[in-house]
């Protein structure tokens, strides 16, 4: 007596019916192949269509539009004033002022070799000088 053995002519035509249906195959816990999605466009322009678009308008740069110039730089601020960096990566860390960049901000340096801080641009309200 198995206890898979069927005793009657009714338990064995369901068996070859489930048997046809399933065509022998178990069921596998497999998940089937979802259908991969075409390639989309890009949804962010590319600098060259930005540009092209710039020109065909014929505008001027945002920062010219807003009539923002270079900001004005504190009094304590000169070329090799040392500066402490209040923010970010290097905070804590005095560099040495380089330069007023025409966005406003300040190019700022270690030196890389002295303390690791490399050339870097720094709102110069995230900087303090020092005597």
């Known amino acids: 007596n198995s206890r898979h053995s069927l005793k009657t002519p009714a338990d064995n035509r369901a068996r070859a019916y489930m048997h046809k249906k399933t065509l022998g195959k178990r069921p596998t816990a497999k998940p089937a ?3 991969v999605p075409e390639k989309k466009a890009p949804k962010a322009k590319t ?3 930005v540009l092209r678009s710039f020109e065909s308008k014929q505008r001027k740069p945002l920062a ?3 009539g923002a110039g270079t900001a004005k730089l ?3 601020i000169t070329p090799g004033t040392v500066l402490i960096i209040l923010a970010g990566r ?3 860390k005095r560099v040495v002022f380089l330069q007023q ?3 406003g901000l300040l190019l ?3 030196p890389f070799e002295f303390n690791g801080v490399p050339l870097r641009r720094v709102n110069q309200a995230y900087v303090i000088a020092t005597s």
Do not use: E, F
Request: proline share 0%; hydrophobic share 35%; no cysteine.
């Open 101 to 103: 960049l025409a966005s």
């Open 74 to 76: 504190r009094k304590s």
């Open 47 to 49: 600098v060259a269509q």
């Open 64 to 66: 010219r539009q807003l």
């Open 90 to 92: 290097y905070r804590g």
């Open 33 to 35: 192949k979802k259908a």
């Open 108 to 110: 700022v340096t270690g």
